[in-house]
């Protein structure tokens, strides 16, 4: 059990009492954890959803607004038309991904803004028989 702190002495030199003689008694000795930095998810303010954002980080999830995910998401609807094996595809890719655009922009969630606009399809795909021809391959 921790003594008390004796009358008339100082709050802080009882605590500093406390602590050299712990250390004299090993106390501190093979602590967990002992010569490595501290995590760097430590914050100076408590957060009341640490674990959480703790348990996101280790699982590797992470949640983005919903507009910066739909941007994300047009960037790879992009990629993937351009890589894709037919006009076809081509043309489905990006109108799923013009729809999903547009609906952002006309009933905008809260959040910093999209920064999009529907792809022009004519344009990836000429874009796409460009890098097809290049490649050496026809569709």
């Not at 501190?28 to 995590?39: I, M, N, Q």
């Not at 999209?114 to 460009?130: A, C, H, N, S």
């Given at each position: 059990?921790?003594?008390?702190?004796?009358?008339?002495?100082?709050?802080?030199?009882?605590?500093?009492?406390?602590?050299?003689?712990?250390?004299?008694?090993g106390?501190?000795?093979?602590?967990?954890?002992?010569?490595r930095?501290?995590?760097?998810?430590?914050?100076?303010?408590?957060d009341?959803?640490?674990?959480?954002?703790?348990?996101?980080?280790?699982?590797?999830?992470?949640?983005?607004p919903?507009?910066?995910?739909?941007?994300?998401?047009?960037?790879?609807?992009?990629?993937?038309?351009?890589?894709?094996?037919?006009?076809?595809?081509?043309?489905?890719?990006?109108?799923?991904?013009?729809?999903?655009?547009?609906?952002?922009?006309?009933?905008?969630?809260?959040?910093?803004?999209?920064?999009?606009?529907?792809?022009?399809?004519?344009?990836?795909?000429?874009?796409?028989?460009?890098?097809?021809?290049?490649?050496?391959?026809?569709?």
């Amino acid at each position: 059990m921790t003594e008390r702190k004796p009358p008339g002495v100082g709050f802080e030199s009882w605590v500093d009492k406390q602590i050299r003689d712990a250390e004299s008694r090993g106390e501190f000795d093979r602590l967990p954890g002992a010569g490595r930095p501290l995590p760097r998810d430590v914050e100076t303010t408590y957060d009341e959803l640490w674990w959480v954002k703790r348990k996101m980080a280790r699982e590797g999830i992470s949640v983005l607004p919903p507009t910066l995910a739909l941007r994300k998401e047009a960037e790879d609807a992009l990629e993937a038309a351009l890589a894709a094996p037919s006009e076809r595809i081509v043309r489905k890719i990006l109108t799923e991904i013009n729809g999903r655009i547009r609906d952002m922009m006309f009933k905008p969630p809260p959040g910093p803004p999209l920064g999009k606009k529907p792809y022009d399809v004519e344009d990836v795909v000429r874009q796409w028989r460009e890098r097809r021809a290049a490649g050496g391959s026809d569709a």
